[in-house]
């Protein structure tokens, strides 16, 4: 797993990676270590890198002219706590001093400020200084050669990092990462992607708990436009950054619409268009060899999100089902589409089919045998057959 020996060269420019949760695995480490190596070259598959495993850290070098790709392929990286750039010297203090001044001029010149603190690691203990005489030589030097600088141990403008390890890193401030596990490492998920805020997010925060997600949309032709469809394929296109190996699938659930709009109660036909739906994925999700669903659901947010409307819509689901916004505020929700990037494609203004054929006073506490019973009356099972045998991926 060690790769490469790092790239050192004016032309080349060099991260460290820093990552938390997965250091805690025990015996399980090395799998979780192998598996955030393999999504950070996916997430920079076009990008000419140069991988380098560490205990405990991660480096990335590339052309300094791919900087701002990297920077921003890393910041879709689940698993990853932190990453910034680096430079690598000798094991001396002439040069790790060297370039900390340079560092600090460029954080200076930069307006990061002039109050600092060095903080050194030393993981390499036969390095003749501890980490608290790197930490005070650096913070010296800088201050004799720099008087603009004073320190702050407290409250820093920035931190000037030092770890000696099998060479000397220096680094200041660190960008956040994602955290959470790397996509992949606890199987496989697929995900009820609708054309609305909740299902992106919920989607993605499954997946930073290391699930590969997969999406499943129920496109409802003539009743739903083109457009509609599309809206979903660009939220999926989205995901994708954040969860490589991301597939969407599409079924037509026109036959089974238009037998609800026939004969399911008028108040129950949001419902019994869930329990389908839940029906349809379920089955998919067996064949994708996918071991549970995700969905984007709410509790009270609408007349299906209420306990009893979603102990009903489970049923129809033999895996388990992950609703990882069953509690969160809508606001939140929202904050974190923004931040995701799915917030403006959601709210194109594209109606979905639970949006469409919405009754006007839909059930909110619907019994659980009654509502078992109708769907029973309906007899769907072949047009479900149907729906899954048409699907398609996109």
Known sequence: MNGHEILDDGQTSLFL????????????RSVFEKKLLMMIRKTCAGIPVRVTF????????SDSSNEDA?????????????FCKATRCGKNMEEI????LALSKEFVAEGKGTAFKVEARRTDKSFPLTSYEIACKLGDHLLENLGSLNVNVRQPDWVLSVEIRERAFLYGPTKPGL??????????????????IDSPVAGLAMASRGLLVHAVYFHTPP???EQAKDKVKKLSEIMRRYIPGHRLYCVNFSPIQTRLAERAPVKAVTLMARSHMMKIA???????????LITGECLGQVASQTPESLHVTGSFAKLPVWRPLIGMDKEDIIKRARAFGTFDISTLPYDDCCTIFAPEHPLIRPDYDEMRAEFAKLET????VEALNGTEEL
Request: some cysteine.
């Open 70 to 82: 990297i920077t921003h392929a890393l910041s879709c990286v689940f698993g990853i706590v932190g």
């Open 282 to 292: 379920d089955l998919l999700a067996r064949e994708l060899c996918a071991k549970s």
């Open 17 to 28: 990676i820093k990552y938390g949760e997965i250091q805690l695995k025990g015996d399980n």
């Open 97 to 100: 001093s060297h370039h900390a």
């Open 381 to 384: 099972d072949d047009l479900i």
């Open 54 to 61: 560490k205990p405990g850290r991660i480096y990335l070098s």
């Open 223 to 225: 009743f739903t436009s």
């Open 179 to 196: 955290r959470g596990l790397p996509v992949g490492c606890n199987g496989k998920s697929l995900l009820l992607l609708s054309g609305g």
